[in-house]
């Protein structure tokens, strides 16, 4: 069985950083994407940011530019960094894998971010 257990959220003025951190638990084959998601107030989960085994990386559009997905080698951890964080990126923010970004796995409870003045 895998989990997913996310942290390193909280709350931010706008123009400010968090680093998210993923640990996942279980087996996931290597060539899974590993991804992030976030479920704003709009209710909708959305893809945020995803890298593979070979580092490719890609992101949203709404992102592009401000995070930064990353892994650490070896193990099922992995980070974002989000940077000049906006109100638009309040979210619940979620990690998981598949062999596409779509999501395989149940979802873990997510890290709330908060960003206000």
């Known amino acids: 069985q895998v989990t997913f257990v996310e942290s390193g959220g909280g709350s931010v003025q706008p123009g400010g950083s968090l680093r998210l951190s993923c640990e996942a638990t279980g087996t996931i084959p290597s060539y899974y994407l590993r991804s992030w998601y976030r479920q704003g107030p709009t209710n909708q989960r959305e893809f945020v940011a995803s890298i593979s085994i070979l580092d490719a990386v890609r992101y949203s559009d709404s992102v592009n530019g401000r995070f930064t997905i990353s892994r650490a080698s070896l193990s099922n951890t992995y980070f974002l960094q989000m940077n000049n964080l906006s109100p638009e990126d309040t979210a619940v923010y979620y990690c998981?894998?598949?062999?596409?970004?779509?999501?395989?796995?149940?979802w873990g409870q997510g890290t709330q971010v908060t960003v206000s003045t």
């Open positions: 998981n894998a598949g062999m596409t970004e779509e999501a395989k796995y149940s």
